[in-house]
């Protein structure tokens, strides 16, 4: 659900996600699919979890768009990402440097976000 939910919100008709049968431990394989390349998600285990979910989606769109991690949700059950284009990024860190940084964290690898 999660890529469905960035593609409605960035709506760019190019960003889509599938779950395909596998013989791994899980069962399955998700592989997101963006400007026709495509990339399997690369889960550890028996189990999906959302930090690799957010961390590939975000390396796949990364050509375009970014996900950031709103800190003001941190803690709370849900958390907020707002996933805008690079230039959109850009120009919120030149006008608003102190609370772009303040208020996103991006994402990297070394990103935790849930439990």
Do not use: H
Not at 12 to 21: K, N, Y
């Amino acid at each position: 659900n999660i890529i469905n939910y960035c593609e409605d919100i960035l709506q760019t008709e190019q960003l889509s996600v599938e779950t395909l049968d596998s013989a791994n431990e899980r069962g399955f394989d998700t592989i997101i699919t963006f400007k026709n390349q495509q990339i399997s998600i690369p889960y550890k285990g028996k189990r999906a979890d959302r930090d690799t979910t957010i961390k590939t989606l975000n390396q796949t769109i990364q050509s375009e768009f970014e996900l950031r991690l709103c800190k003001e949700s941190m803690g709370s059950d849900i958390l907020c990402f707002v996933p805008l284009t690079n230039e959109q990024w850009i120009d919120l860190e030149n006008k608003y440097s102190k609370e772009v940084s303040e208020k996103f964290e991006k994402i990297t690898t070394e990103t935790k976000m849930f439990g």
